[in-house]
């Protein structure tokens, strides 16, 4: 059953049993305070009966005549027929339960038992001939006779107008719960259209549609709910988005890592087969030899750079206070013999930086090596590093050959090469700068890159100064 098909019905019951229940009580209380009145006036007409008949009987035994049944008798038929019989319906039993007079009409013995029984003021109302009587009872005494006197009071028309009431009332009730339907039925489909709607969403973004959103504008808890859903699938959708780009980033690489293993390979089976097979003479031994070793060299520096990518990750970052003196100083002795002839010139201002000693190494190795390869004029490297805004910025230059403007949103790409033959002459992988990129973005920060065609390349990245310097 549908969350509003509940709605509907629940609201629907609960407004009928309350309307119903509050007609019925009203109903019930108008019913009872019409009973109420109409005993009270007809008890007054009781007690007005009895003092007639009493002064009557007296007046007749004061003028000197005896008490007789057949006078009270008599005197209680003239009573009752003053209106024609038609209200004063009443009866009259002597002491030993003779009936003196009476215009009852039928009831059982039962029932004439319960009424002739009554005490006081009280009331009795009973049924006969299809009419609704209440009767009272009371005791007379005459020149020392007992007599009880029985009236009954047509109250048909009270339980008439009641039923009347009644069925006006549930008329009116399911008037009421129709209505109440209809308008219970609007306000559901007003009330649970978002949720509908958040419903939906859900379901084209669980096949697919990722960019789906509810972008319902309210300021209830269902706005609340749709602005957090909206978020919830922003976050959804971009994390997505990101799997996807790291998927086909994965495959790039697998794709350009093949590649990069089978150019080199290629040519080190080739040539070593030409040397194992054929008779040569030292001049093609040498040139064969050198391209084996040239081809073993970048397999040997495509290794190093995978190895360094697989330490690039969150888990083997150890982060804490490093010395600049004492990073550029270890680099230094590194770097010399790598270097081949070009001098590597290093200002730096005193301080600590915030990071991991050995990723900061190959950070700023591979910067210098990518520098060498760009062939510096005038064979010389520069490593500067000083205190910027708070911040500790390394900055390697060069007086290389500079790269081109369009090349330079794509240089950190795994692979990528402005001069592939070039650089595969001199060694390179297109991982160096890639590496590089990884390094910055596990310190939360980035390389930036200034270069020229002709003038040479800058490249700078900014840490955070420790504050134990």
């Known amino acids: 059953m549908k969350f509003s098909t509940k709605l509907i019905l629940s609201m629907t019951i609960l407004v009928a049993v309350l309307f119903s229940v509050g007609g019925t009580i009203l109903i019930s209380r108008n019913f009872k305070h019409s009973l109420e009145t ?24 004061l003028s000197g005549e005896s008490y007789s049944e057949d006078k009270v008798a008599d005197y209680a038929k003239r009573l009752s027929g003053y209106t024609g019989g038609q209200n004063k319906v009443m009866a009259l039993y002597s002491d030993a339960g003779k009936v003196l007079y009476t215009n009852l009409p039928p009831l059982s013995d039962k029932n004439m038992e319960a009424i002739l029984s009554q005490e006081g003021n ?9 009419l609704k009587y209440m009767l009272l009872t009371s005791q007379l005494e005459i020149d020392k006779n007992m007599v009880l006197l029985v009236s009954a009071y047509d109250i048909t028309g009270l339980f008439s107008e009641r039923d009347r009431q009644l069925q006006d009332f549930l008329l009116l009730d399911g008037i009421v719960i129709l209505l109440c339907v209809l308008a219970i039925g ?39 709910l749709s602005r957090n859903f909206d978020l919830m699938a922003d976050a959804i959708e971009q994390q997505i988005d990101e799997l996807q780009l790291s998927v086909r980033q994965r495959d790039d690489f697998i794709n350009a890592f093949s590649h990069e293993i089978k150019t080199p390979m290629t040519a080190i089976i080739g040539y070593a087969d030409i040397l194992r097979t054929s008779a040569t ?72 930086v915030v990071a991991d000693a050995s990723l900061l190494d190959c950070l700023l190795r591979n910067l210098i090596l990518n520098a060498k390869k760009a062939d510096p004029k005038d064979r010389t490297i520069e490593l500067y590093g000083k205190i910027k805004d708070q911040a500790y910025r ?44 990884k390094i910055a973005d596990l310190h939360h920060t980035k390389l930036h890159f ?15 100064v420790a504050k134990d310097i």
């Open 38 to 61: 109409a005993a009270a006036q007809n008890v007054e007409q009781h007690l007005l009966e009895r003092y007639a008949i009493e002064s009557n009987m007296i007046n007749y035994i």
């Open 394 to 437: 390394f900055s390697v230059e060069d007086s290389g050959c500079g790269i081109p403007p369009e090349e330079l949103a794509r240089i950190t790409e795994p692979f990528y090469m402005i001069d592939k033959s070039r650089s595969r002459a001199m060694g390179g992988s297109g991982l160096g700068l890639f590496i590089c990129s």
């Open 122 to 130: 009280t009331y009795l109302i009973r049924q006969a001939d299809g």
């Open 281 to 352: 003479d030292k001049e093609k031994q040498i040139r064969y030899s050198r391209t084996i070793y040239q081809e073993s060299r970048r397999l040997e520096e495509l290794s190093r750079k995978l190895m360094d990518l697989m330490f690039c990750s969150e888990e083997n970052l150890t982060t804490g206070p490093q010395p600049v003196y004492t990073i550029v100083h270890r680099l230094h002795q590194q770097m010399e013999p790598l270097l081949e002839g070009i001098r590597l010139s290093i200002a730096v201002e005193p301080a600590s």
């Open 450 to 464: 200034e270069s020229e065609l002709g003038i040479g390349t800058t490249v700078w990245f900014e840490l955070e």
């Open 186 to 224: 609007l306000m559901t489909h007003v009330l649970t259209g978002p949720i509908q709607k958040l419903n939906n969403t859900s379901l084209h973004i669980a096949n697919g549609a990722y960019k789906e959103r509810t972008r319902i504008r309210s300021s209830d808890e269902i706005g609340q």
